[in-house]
């Protein structure tokens, strides 16, 4: 079974810009989580979608949205990069109830010059 | 609010020898505890974790972990350390309705030969 997918892999941006990340989770799950690492620190959640709904938010400002759609596959969109946005965003799904793991995806490496 | 730290940025051992990393944690309620892999280039793999019941939980790869609640740890152990151990490890607590992941600063294993 194919796992957690993230496109694209690497992305180069300018400052202002906007970005589109895109995740598909693990067939049959239902839940979807996004984070951030920066380089030399552990990740740091940003949003996470159950059934399309949003279920929470990280300390991230207004600039950081997400969305998940029908299919649960997911996009996390950035407005007016700054050069503090570049890192690597992951993706991790899970099936969405209480107890169970999030599995994550090979995050997609974000530069902002 | 909860939080996770790593004391160890770095460590090296060599191989065969034993491993122990450590985690402390804060956390107002019963943590659900999550230990993390990271190879270069990847995303991250779960290695072991605790929701309740048996306080020393068995993950793979011959990893195993304690959970200590007098001293809010969750330290990360293994007999005899193999050379494709080497990689960055991250302790995380989860929390929230959403299990929202926490994640430490990580600490890089290298494995002299």
């Known amino acids: 079974d194919a796992g957690v997918t993230q496109s694209p892999t690497h992305l180069i941006k300018t400052r202002g810009q906007q970005v589109t990340l895109r995740c598909s989770p693990i067939?049959?799950?239902?839940?979807v989580s996004w984070y951030q690492q920066v380089l030399g620190q552990g990740p740091q959640f940003i949003f996470q979608y159950y059934e399309k709904e949003e279920r929470g938010r990280g300390n991230f400002p207004d600039r950081f949205s997400a969305r998940q759609f029908p299919n649960y596959s997911s996009e996390l969109n950035v407005n007016a990069l700054l050069l503090g946005d570049s890192a690597l965003y992951l993706c991790a799904s899970s099936w969405g109830g209480r107890d169970n793991e999030q599995f994550f995806g090979p995050g997609t490496r974000l530069t902002v010059l | 609010a909860q939080s996770v730290t790593q004391p160890d940025i770095h460590i090296t051992v060599s191989e065969g020898a034993s491993l122990e990393l450590r985690c402390n944690y804060s956390?107002?309620?019963?943590?659900?505890l999550f230990w993390y892999v990271q190879s270069p280039g990847q995303g991250l793999q779960l290695l072991l974790k605790y929701f309740s019941g048996d306080t020393l939980v068995q993950g793979i790869k011959g990893f195993e972990a304690e959970f200590k609640r007098s001293q809010s740890s969750f330290n990360l152990r293994k007999p005899s350390v193999h050379w494709s151990d080497a990689a960055e490890y991250f302790c995380a607590v989860g929390s929230g309705s959403a299990r929202q992941l926490t994640f430490g600063s990580g600490t890089q294993l290298t494995v002299l030969p």
């Open positions: 067939s049959g799950h239902k839940s």
């Open positions: 956390y107002g309620a019963t943590p659900y």
